[in-house]
Nanobody, 124 residues
Framework: QVQLVESGGGSAQVGGSLRLSCIVS????????MAWFRQGPGKEREGVAG???????RVAESLKGRFTISKDNAKNTLYLQMNSLKPEDTAMYYC??????????????????WGRGTQVTVSS
């Protein structure tokens, strides 16, 4: 069974950076499209960035230029580099894996497996 474990969350100051990691176990990450989602206080879960099996990526329009997704299949690990952090980036960040196509990388319905999340808190 596929298991996803996120790490790298924590507290950051406005303008700072964090890199999240998601380790995949139970199967090869190369078999899946993968993505990061987030859910802020009182908000719905939203797609942040995704990467398909061909390493094509999509980033939410509002996050382009600040967030970058990448995957190292040799390490079975997904990453999210977050720069120029803002208070509104405060959320629980979740890693997901599944069969999403490129056009649906940011859709919750494209994923079967989910991690438990890692908290990111951005303050001034």
């Amino acid at each position: 069974q596929v298991q996803l474990v996120e790490s790298g969350g924590g507290s950051a100051q406005v303008g700072g950076s964090l890199r999240l990691s998601c380790i995949v176990s139970g199967d090869a990450s190369s078999r899946y499209s993968m993505a990061w989602f987030r859910q802020g206080p009182g908000k719905e879960r939203e797609g942040v960035a995704g990467i398909d099996k061909n390493n094509s990526t999509r980033v939410a329009e509002s996050l382009k230029g600040r967030f970058t997704i990448s995957k190292d299949n040799a390490k079975n690990t997904l990453y999210l580099q977050m720069n120029s952090l803002k208070p509104e980036d405060t959320a629980m960040y979740y890693c997901a894996a599944g069969g999403a196509y490129w056009w649906s990388l940011l859709w919750i319905s494209g994923y079967n497996y989910w991690g438990r999340g890692t908290q990111v808190t951005v303050s001034s």
